[in-house]
């Protein structure tokens, strides 16, 4: 059993940034970060495996967004730039532990890989 804890999240301007924090409990092999606004669907952000080795990302955040991880801390960050209105949202981190030969970008963007939630953390985007 892993537990996830977000952190991070708050209020900010278009043009802005912040950095949304996972801490697990242990280590995991995938982390990856989802988002979900009022009344749409939930979408995969970015996602990144343990040795960092592969990083995948939504592509209307790449080059604005960021993922890395601290494995010291068992911590992957999520680092927003250049924030818009649209990606507002409530960020859910979530992890696998279990190893995986998948690479496949459609592997790690599928909520189904993931084996454990976080509970999830608030970006408010002002115009």
């Known amino acids: 059993q892993v537990q996830l804890v977000e952190s991070g999240g708050g209020m900010v301007q278009a043009g802005g940034s912040l950095r949304l924090s996972c801490a697990a409990s242990g280590r995991t092999y995938v982390v990856g970060w989802f988002r979900q606004a009022p009344g749409k669907e939930q979408e995969f952000v970015a996602a990144t495996t343990y040795t960092r080795s592969l990083t995948y990302y939504l592509d209307v955040v790449e080059g604005r967004f960021t993922i890395y991880g601290d494995n010291a801390k068992n911590t992957v960050y999520l680092q927003m730039n250049s924030l818009k209105t649209e990606d507002a949202a409530v960020y859910y981190c979530?992890?696998?532990?279990?190893?995986?030969?998948?690479?496949?970008?459609?592997?790690?963007?599928?909520?189904?890989?993931?084996?454990?939630w976080g509970q999830g953390t608030q970006v408010t985007v002002s115009s």
């Open positions: 979530a992890a696998r532990v279990r190893p995986t030969t998948d690479n496949r970008r459609n592997y790690f963007s599928s909520r189904y890989t993931y084996e454990y």
